[in-house]
Structures are given as C-alpha cells and as structure tokens.
C-alpha cells in the first residue's frame, strides 16, 4: 500500500486572502519574526518565499511530468549566466503581481521598495551569460525539458565605479544578504578530482586510473526558471566548491595554526571565488581552467545521475540526452564524458566516442581569435593528466580522418589538429569543441557564414552539414512587459490582447497603426515618460544611447570621435538650431583591458567638460551611469531613441543590446555587422541607419595598407577631433587614444568616421520631424517579433536539439 495515497503537501492558494495568510505565515515561521518588528529585508524575504512557494508547487509538477515521461533533455553548460533580479520577474510568472502588491501594504512597505532589496546574481560579464539567461527562460517557455548547469560564484561581476578617472572595481558580494531564491541540494554534491597521475589498467590498452592530487567538492544549489504561459518550470543549477570534512585540519589549529589549518579548504573554495571579469582574453590561468572542469566534472556527474533515475546502460544515453556547450569555456566535457565511460563504466573506446560525440552541441559566440580558447599542453598536463591523454588520442583518430580525407596535405593537418605546435604547445578548445560535438552553430547568420568561411574553414570543409545557424534572441517578458510596462500595456490595447507576449511575432499587428497619428503620439508620449524616469538629461533631447561591454572593436572611441565633432560645431556656431541629444554611455571594461578603460576616463573626462561648457551644455550632454547591469539596461532600454550598433562589421558576432533597443522603439544606427543586418532585413532599410564598410571591405583593409593618417589628412572635422584629443585638451586619456587610432587604428575607426557622422546629421533630420521618427519607431518594434529568444529555441529544439516539449498538466 502506497502509504502517500491522498496525502500531498497544501497547495499556496490562489485567492488574495490565502497569499496574505501564507505571507504572514511565513513571515512567522520562516522567518521568524513578527508584522510589528518586521523590516524591509524581512517583508522581501518573505514575499520572495511566498512567491517561490507557488513556483515550486509548479517545479514539482513539472519533475513529476518529466519522470513519467523519460523524455529527452537539454543540458545547458554555461560559465555565465546574467539572470537579473528575480523577485519582478517570479511575480510575473506565476501571476501574483497583484497579490503581492497589497499583501505586503499589510507590512507597512510597497512592493516597489521590496523591488529595490531584490538581488541580482551578476554571474557573467556580458552577451553570452545574458544570452544563457534568455534561452533558459524560454526553453521553459516552450515547455523543454532542461537544466541549465553553471557556477555558483561567490563574487559575480564586479561593481563599477565611474569617476573622472575612469573605473574602479569594486567586489559584488551579490548574496551577502542571503539570496531567497535559490534552493541548497547538499546530497547532491559530488567529488571532483585535480592533479595527481595516472597508471595504465593491466589488459586494457585504452583505460587508465588517474589518481588525483587534490579532491573538491562540489556543492549544489538551484534557483527556479519559470516558464511564461506555461505550467513548466525548470532550474537552473549552480555549483559551488566546498573543501572535504578532510580539508580542515584540527591538529593544526590546536596548535593555533589556524591559517594553515584552513589553507586546504581555502584553496577549494578558492575555484567558486569570482567570476573572471574579462569577456574575451584570457587572465587567471589555472584558476580559471580550475573553474572550467570543476562545472564540468560536476555537471555531468548529475546528468549522468539523472539519465539513471529512468534509463539503464548507455545505448540510450545519447538519444536521451543532449549537452548544449555555450562557447568553449565547457569544452573540456568532451573529454569528461569519454573519461567517464571509458575509464569508470569500462566501455569501449569506440562506443564511448560514438556516444560523446552525439551528446553534445557547440554554441560559438565570438570570430576574435584572441578570444579562441586555448591552454597550454604543461598546464593541462599537471591539472588534468588524464584529459590530455584522452584529447591525445581524440586528435590522433581525428587526424588519421583528415589524412584519408585529403591525402598528403600536411598544411591542413596542422592547422587543424586540436594541439597547436610551436615554442608552447597549446590545447585548442574550439577544434575539440567541433570534433567532439554533433552540431556547431554561430550566433546571427552573418557569424555563422563568417565562422565557416574563415575561423573554422577546415572543419566546414570538412563536415559540412555539421555547421549551423541560429540567430539570438532575447526574452521579450524581461525587456519589454518588465522593462517597459508602459509600452507593454500599449501595445497590448493596440493588438487586442497580451498573446504577443508569447508570441513575438503578433508585433507585427502594430504596423496597421503605424500611420495612426493618436497611436504616434501615444507612443510618443511613454518614450518621453520613459527618460523622465531615467532621469539621464532632457527628456526632450533625442537620446543616443551606447550600452554594452567597453572593447575596441565594439568602437566607444567612433561615438566619442562624433561626440567632439557635435562640440566643436556648436563652439563654432552656438545659436545654430542644434537637434538637442543626450549621449549616455554605460558598460563594463575588462579591468586588466587598459585601452577600455583609457576610453572610459576619456568618457567621463568629456562628459565633464561639456557639462561644465555653458555654450555646449544646452545642446549636447555626455552621461556614464555606472555599473551597466540587467537591472540598469531595463531602465535604459525603454527610454532609449537611437541605438548604437557601430561595431567594425565582421567583430561582432551577433550583438542582443541591439534586439532590446529595437523591440524598444530604438532606431539603430549601424554597421552591416552581426545580428544588426537581419534587424535591418526585418524592420526595413528605411527604418535603420546603416553606414560604414561591410565584412568583406574591413577584412580585406590592413593588408591593402590601411593607413590612419590618410583618413586623417582628408577629412577636416575627423583632423580637428583628433588634434583637440592630441593637443590633450580632454587628458592623458585622450592624447593615448589617438596615438592608439592614429598608430595602427585595428578596428578602422577613422575609416568609418565620415561614413558615420554624415549618417548621423540623417539622424538629426529625421529627428526633426517628430512623427516620422515615431512612425520608424513603431516599425521596429512591429518587426523584430523574429528577435524573440523563444524564437531561438525553437529553432534550436527543431535543428540541433531534436527535442519535443513535455507539458505539465495543471494542478486539479
Ligand atoms: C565571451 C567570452 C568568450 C567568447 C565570447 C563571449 C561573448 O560574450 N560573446 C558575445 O556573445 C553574445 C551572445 O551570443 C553575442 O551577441 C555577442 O556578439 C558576442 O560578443
């Protein structure tokens, strides 16, 4: 007799009156304090605990769904996420937004004020980890069963600290308060092993022990992820390193050695410490190599774990399972996995490959090849000695293929091999991503072309039909109905129903409007609400937004380049009727990038000046809100009319700044680069700014003698711009930016400078003719329906991942 039968845990209820009662329920036992004695940070961790209550009753739903299915899962590998604050989102999800927002009158605070204690887990630096975060919530959306694997970082992304010196950091100690959020899964952990050696198994030529030299653990958590208009909800996983009970070391301390006596356990803890702030260039070394094979170690032990809760032996393994890699950093799992079955559950070499190699998927995320992983073959050897024997022999099998396929070229061979030659041997975690991976994809289709035309042209040679496509997208609930509820509820009434919301592409309804002169000035009218509550200058100013990572080639220094060309011609003509703008500027640089950061002093040196300039001030304003995160881009976002898409076309591989703001209303004003082409395919040619030279143009530049200083003696506004930063009228900062675009000028700014400012005076006179500009707005929203991350995966479930969605039934 099944002794549960009939009995289940109280469900949260639905009604106003039973949310209150378990607020105040949780308030007491949960927290443990009194409506009378309770603070803000009471009432948020209470409300948090409510909401995630009904989110959990769905997750049960859902874990008890899959189980009776035994379906096949994705498992997302990712060493970001950036999954912003929760508390909104949760209360959107599970429709309690209007529950909560009186319950909580009843303990004295407004939701608003909870809102603001909210945290935010800031686990990635920039586009990849938003991007994880994005496909989570919509494989939730879709009802697809999965699991997004990650670290649980103690320090997330650092806090920036703007002055007119340029950034400091700060450490972002995001869960200092505790984080009501997530759920602790310590019978989950698992052991990881570094270092030590390995030692051949009598009668198996291919198996080997590996004895490891240092012994981690590997401690669980994990926060829920909800699906919009669905009963689904799945979890994100996040793992966090604990020394073993071993680890600690009394004797020692007995002795009043007390470092010491916690030198072990800190060394372990060490590997979950802090996420590595550089986005594209590898710092940190070992540690980092560290971090990377203990998410995976860990991570595909429980994968592992959970394939055997309903499946037995391997035949299904790969057929129940796919493993999507987000970039390289979670590479190293191809040789995991064959570690695992070889050496642990004794399967053949063959059968093992067959199976690792259907497992997994490969995301490629980047066509800059100093952000191509790669590590050295000593390092690899002293962490991982198994790994490199393993990656040894993969190489051989796979080099022995090249040699059939194209005989006697020794050329190819060497270029492809996953271990590159030369004074330092180096492991290339991008060629063992696409040898050991069924499926490689790019990010926008012009990446995806240029990955297979360039970065990784042997391997598309070779495996053709391996090579794939999948555009971004982003989450339209986290970036529209929750960064922009006034457009929201707009476009709602316009179409008739919230439907969108899950269902990008019914944005295409609002072109019918578009020529509604009342809808115009609607729409008008939340822009300018919208940069009221931002409060980043004159709402009435046309707002120029620049919003991501600091790198060269993304270009601040190109805006910055037209920023002093708007000063001098109001210098020069202060009555003029200048179009009023407020440029802001917002984002991150890499703290060991000097270049970055000099740009971003350079910033705050100008940004000053004009402020401070009673000719210019009127017209133009400079403005860098410090520490650019999920929660400021929601802010920014919505009040933004011009977006900044200005990369040198063929760095960025996609860009997802560029979808909010157009799905915003921005109208963009770039290059033919990433994504920023099929915006402007979908939105028109007429409602996008395009200037500056094409992929093909910019590659083909340096090696035909690009010089700087030609562009610099033609052109008289670019010369003087650049005189004024010589002269160091803007700081040291400015002179070592022009000295860096007048020496080699890598990302071609100056080539594009012309190109660029005289796009910029179009800007302005569209600017000028207030409906039109409203009209172009409505058309950016109308169609980037297609820029929906639910989008996205699908076309992920439908082509690389071959996964069906599982629904959850509702609760009776
Ligand atoms: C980070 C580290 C290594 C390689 C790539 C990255 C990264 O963040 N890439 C960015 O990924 C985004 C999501 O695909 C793209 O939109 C950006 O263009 C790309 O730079």
């Given at each position: 007799m099944?002794?549960?039968q009939?009995?289940?845990?109280r ?34 961790e ?23 299915t ?86 997330g ?68 992820v ?5 009963e ?13 009970e ?37 710092l ?9 094979y ?44 064959m ?34 992983e ?15 024997e ?52 790019g ?54 129903s ?181 915006i ?16 093909y ?42 000295d ?11 080539a594009d ?11 302005d ?13 409505v ?10 991350s ?23």
């Open positions: 099944d002794l549960r009939g009995i289940g845990p469900r949260p209820g639905k009604t106003a009156d039973e949310f209150q009662q378990d607020l105040l329920s949780n308030l007491f036992y949960r927290r443990g304090t009194t409506v009378e004695s309770a603070s803000a940070r009471d009432a948020y209470t409300l948090s605990l409510t909401v995630r209550d009904r989110l959990a009753e769905r997750r049960s739903r859902t874990a008890a769904a899959h189980f009776a035994n379906p096949r899962w994705v498992y997302y590998l990712s060493a970001e996420y950036l999954l912003g604050a929760q508390l909104e989102q949760n209360l959107l999800y599970s429709d309690t937004g209007g529950l909560a927002a009186e319950a909580v009158k009843t303990l004295g605070f407004s939701l608003e004020e909870l809102e603001d204690l909210d945290i935010e887990p800031g686990l990635g630096n920039g586009g990849l980890g938003r991007l994880a975060a994005c496909l989570v919530d919509s494989m939730a959306t879709r009802d697809i069963p999965a699991v997004g694997y990650g670290i649980r970082y103690d320090f992304i650092f806090h920036q600290i703007i002055t007119e010196q340029g950034q400091t950091e700060r450490p972002d100690d995001w869960a200092f308060h505790g984080n009501p959020w997530e759920f602790p899964a310590p019978d989950d952990r698992q052991t990881v092993g570094f270092y030590g050696r390995t030692e051949p198994i009598p009668g198996s030529p291919t198996r080997k022990r590996w004895m490891p030299g240092e012994i981690v653990l590997g401690e669980p958590s994990h926060m829920l909800p699906g919009y208009g669905t689904t909800v799945n979890i994100v996983r996040l793992w966090r390193a604990r020394g073993s071993a680890s600690f070391d009394l004797s020692r301390f007995s002795a009043g050695q007390y470092a010491e006596a916690v030198q072990e356990a800190v060394r372990a803890e060490n590997i979950s410490k802090v996420l590595y702030p550089d986005d594209s260039t590898e940190g070394r070992e540690l980092r190599l560290k971090q990377q203990f998410l995976v170690s860990c991570s595909l032990r429980d994968i592992i774990r959970r394939f055997r809760l309903r499946n037995e032996g391997w035949a299904e393994f790969a057929d129940k399972t796919v493993i999507q890699l987000n970039d390289t950093h979670p590479t190293i799992a191809i040789a995991e996995l570690r695992l079955l070889v050496d642990e559950y004794e399967v053949e070499w063959d059968e093992a490959w067959s199976i690792t190699r259907r497992t997994f998927a490969y995301t490629c995320h980047t066509l800059l090849p100093e952000a191509l790669t590590w050295p073959v000593h390092m690899f050897e002293r962490l991982l000695p198994r790994h490199l393993i990656i040894y022999l993969i190489n051989m099998f796979f080099l022995r293929e090249v040699e059939a396929r194209f005989p006697g070229d020794h050329d190819r061979v060497r270029r492809m091999s996953i271990i590159a030659e030369g004074p330092e041997r180096r492991v290339r975690m991008a060629h063992l991503a696409v040898v050991g991976t069924e499926a490689v994809n990010v926008a289709e012009l990446h995806s072309k240029l990955l297979r035309e360039t970065v990784l042209n042997d391997f598309a040679e070779l495996w053709p039909a391996k090579f794939q496509n999948v555009t971004n997208g982003v989450s339209p609930r986290r970036f529209v109905k929750i960064a922009n509820p006034r457009l929201a509820d707009l476009i709602t009434e316009g179409l008739g919230a439907a969108w919301l899950g269902d990008l592409e019914q944005l295409a309804g609002l072109e019918a409007l578009a020529g509604d002169a009342s809808f115009l000035e609607r729409w008008r009218a939340i822009k300018r609400a919208n940069k009221v509550d931002l409060a980043a200058g004159d709402p009435d100013a046309l707002t120029d937004v620049m919003i991501k990572r600091f790198h060269e080639y993304k270009r601040q220094q190109l805006k910055l380049l037209h920023v002093i060309a708007m000063y001098h011609r109001i210098r020069a003509d202060p009555s003029a009727d200048w179009v009023p703008r407020t440029v802001l500027f917002a984002g991150k640089a890499a703290p060991a990038y000097h270049a970055a950061k000099e740009i971003i002093r350079l910033i705050a040196t100008i940004a000053a000046r004009i402020a401070a300039d009673p000719v210019v001030s009127p017209h133009l304003r400079v403005v860098f809100p410090e520490n650019y995160n999920v929660t400021l881009a929601e802010r920014i976002i919505p009040a933004a009319d011009l977006s900044e898409q200005i990369s040198l076309a063929g760095k960025e591989a996609s860009g997802t700044g560029n979808m909010k703001l157009a799905l915003n209303g921005a109208i963009t004003i770039g290059t033919l680069d990433g994504a920023n082409i099929e402007r395919a979908r939105v028109g040619a007429d409602n996008f700014f395009l200037f500056g030279m094409d992929a143009q910019a590659a083909g530049a340096h090696q035909q003698g690009y010089s700087p200083w030609a562009y610099y003696e033609a052109d008289g506004e670019l010369r003087a711009a650049l005189d004024t930063l010589r002269a160091g009228t803007f700081g040291e900062a400015g002179q070592r930016v022009a860096s675009l007048l020496g080699r000028d890598e990302y071609l700014t100056l400078f012309r190109s660029y400012v005289e796009t910029q005076d179009e800007v006179q569209v600017w000028r003719d207030p409906l039109r500009w409203a009209h172009m707005s058309l950016n929203t109308a169609h980037s329906g297609f820029f929906s639910d989008r996205t995966v699908a076309d992920y479930a439908a082509r690389i991942w071959r996964v069906a969605p599982v629904p959850v039934p509702k609760a009776d």
